[in-house]
């Protein structure tokens, strides 16, 4: 009746086993760490730095646990922070000779001391968050009205282009404020225009106006059409800090956004604020330029002087190039770029897809420069650098692509890049916090604190008062912390003060299951069934009572999950996770240990539950009920 079998007995060792294995990182604690990453958009970090990296190490007598690479960042541990300031020191000596133009970007970090092995078995300790790993905090103001005045300069130029396919002649267009003013000769032609113009750009309100002898045509963007910009702008910001930020393997960054106008952005672990800054400023702008292959431009790169109206700048392999300062595309309107390969010659390549605006200005472009070469430029903090130079070989449209001479690798980099895009309206820094790593180790100290003495004034009840079944619950509920730490790893979460908070929770919540189903079997006790009958009857009778608790209180932790953010949401992931985890060892684990106690004993008299009492006193105990209290006594001396 009450006997697991063998391969219920082999899940619950597995669990066992996993859940020390994926836990057991979490105890070694962090180290002091210097994280090496790219410094410029079109470096990439290799296998060849690792070694560089130790070899500037070793110059400085600098001796670190290990240096590992993860594809994103180095990464160096070391014993004391000393001997981090040290190497950190050495190597930005090393690897920056020109400090005004870093290549790469060395900061302080912080890394698990777990062993080596565990890693290997993607056995990682959970983030922590920013209240107890420490590291900075920005919260950053999106300049809206800005995004606006963009948008205001794009429909100058698609304006222009809508009259002039309609053969629609003006006396000038220009920009005021956020308005745009096209002005004509006589009425006719601006009503010709007004229609025009209403019907291919709906989500612009045109008004007629008379300047003396002029009539102009007064557009501006529609209130709805100027909240669709500004929460554009927004979040295409948010998509460009994520992947500057996420290039340079900051572990676990949060970057959300608040309010209308506003971004909040943290970085786990970063203890160097100046380098967070750094981080939050690389974004950068993508141009289109045609190259000047002129006689003129030949004779700069031997190192003459460049042409009027032309720039050099330098190409990925380090060779000079001399492009016109005359901007064909900008970023803002290439909306993908995916690394592919040719149709034809199956060669790796960068597809690239532009709006309806930038198709106009490619296609008339490539028809007058076929035979010529475009560069593609990136700049980063005011300073540019060709990604890459094809030559036109036809008319392009919306998409197309860029082919030739490049590996998979260097398709899917120039991918990345071009997707990485710039700001669509500025931003500025209006508040700072840095949390340091003792005030997180404090954090940390104080919720581990709570959880231990929260766990052993709890188990110190059960076993007082359930005797052997209360210990058989401490051991559940310890089994239950221990999986729902190891899961949290696994996933990798990032841990912060709530969700500490949210386990201390859990504690309490998964204890009541054991509670329900010890008070079950006593009350099958009382009711006369034998001990066997009985402690089957309470797993099996009370399962359906735990089952509804923890699904409503689910229900009501997914809510939070769903619409709540920062705080309530990480509370809500530990939350809900803590209850499937006790779900599993309240029931099964538990019960597991009381058939593998009492399960092999056929002649089971009596049951260590602590006291069976009976609610109606004055009522008559039956022979058999007298007999089960007498069992209860003995057991209980015993």
């Not at 009711?527 to 066997?532: E, T």
């Amino acid at each position: 009746m009450n006997r697991y079998p063998l391969w219920k007995y082999v899940i619950l060792a597995v669990a066992l086993v996993i859940g020390l294995l994926y836990a057991g990182p979490n105890l070694y604690g962090e180290a002091p760490a210097v994280q090496v990453s790219s410094g410029k958009a079109t470096v990439k970090l290799d296998a060849a730095l690792v070694a560089r990296v130790e070899q500037t190490l070793a110059d400085a007598k600098v001796t670190p646990d290990f240096v590992q690479f993860d594809g994103a960042s180095i990464k160096a541990r070391f014993k004391d922070t000393d001997t981090q300031k040290r190497a950190k020191d050495a190597l930005s000596a090393a690897l920056n000779p020109d400090a005004t133009n870093p290549t790469y970007i060395v900061a302080l970090n912080l890394l698990s001391r777990s062993p080596a092995w565990m890693a290997k078995l993607h056995a990682l300790p959970m983030y922590l968050g920013l209240d107890l790993r420490g590291g900075v905090h920005f919260l950053m103001q999106v300049d809206m009205k800005a995004a606006l005045t963009k948008k205001a300069d794009a429909m100058t130029g698609d304006i222009r282009s809508q009259l002039r396919d309609k053969n629609i002649r003006h006396a000038g267009i220009s920009r005021e404020g956020n308005a745009v003013e096209v002005r004509f000769r006589d009425a006719a032609t601006m009503e010709q225009a007004r229609g025009v113009l209403s019907d291919q750009s709906a989500d612009v309100e045109w008004q007629a106006l008379s300047d003396g002898a002029d009539f102009k045509l007064k557009g501006q963007l529609k209130p709805q059409a100027a909240r669709l910009v500004q929460e554009q702008a927004l979040k295409q910001n948010i998509t460009t800090l994520h992947n500057r930020v996420n290039e340079l393997g900051v572990a676990e960054p949060v970057i959300q956004q608040q309010g209308l106008d506003r971004v909040v952005v943290q970085l786990p672990g970063v203890q160097d604020t100046a380098k967070a800054k750094d981080i939050i400023g690389r974004t950068a702008t993508l141009e289109m330029r045609m190259v000047n292959d002129s006689a003129e431009a030949q004779a700069a790169l031997s190192g003459g002087a460049v042409p009027f109206g032309s720039e050099r700048y330098l190409e990925r392999n380090g060779a000079p190039i001399i492009v016109y300062r005359q901007v064909v595309l900008t970023g803002d309107s290439l909306t993908d770029a995916q690394a592919g390969f040719d149709n034809q010659t199956q060669e790796p390549a960068v597809h690239l897809t532009v709006d309806a605006k930038g198709a106009r200005i490619v296609r008339d472009v490539t028809r007058e420069n076929v035979g010529k070469r475009m560069a593609i430029l990136l700049f980063e903090k005011g300073k540019g650098e060709v990604v890459t130079a094809p030559v036109i070989r036809s008319e392009l449209g919306a998409r197309f692509q860029i082919s030739g001479r490049m590996s998979t690798q260097e398709a899917n980099d120039t991918a990345l890049l071009l997707r990485a895009g710039s700001l669509a309206a500025p931003m500025e820094i209006i508040e700072e916090r840095t949390i340091g790593p003792s005030l997180g180790a404090e954090n940390i100290s104080k919720g581990f604190n709570s959880v231990v003495y929260g766990f052993l004034a709890i188990a110190a009840f059960m076993c007082l008062y359930y005797l052997l079944f209360g210990l058989f619950s401490t051991l559940a509920l310890g089994f239950n912390l221990l999986l729902l730490v190891s899961v949290l790893s696994m996933l990798q979460a990032t841990l912060t003060l709530p969700g500490m908070a949210a386990i201390a929770l859990t504690l309490g919540m998964a204890i009541d299951a054991n509670v329900l189903i010890n008070e079950r079997v006593r009350e099958e006790l009382r009711g006369g069934a034998s001990p066997q009958a009985a402690i089957h009857a309470g797993y099996e009778r009370a399962f359906a009572t735990i089952l509804d608790s923890n699904i409503t209180t689910l229900i009501a932790g997914l809510a939070l999950l769903a619409f709540g953010s920062g705080p309530v949401r990480g509370f809500a992931v530990v939350h809900c996770l803590g209850i499937l985890t006790s779900m599993f060892s309240a029931v099964m684990f538990s019960r597991g240990l009381v058939n593998l106690w009492y399960g092999r004993q056929k002649k089971l008299k009596s049951v260590s539950i602590g006291q069976v009492w009976r609610p109606d006193a004055a009522a008559p105990l039956t022979h058999e009920e007298t007999q089960q209290v007498e069992s209860a006594k003995v057991s209980q001396k015993r």
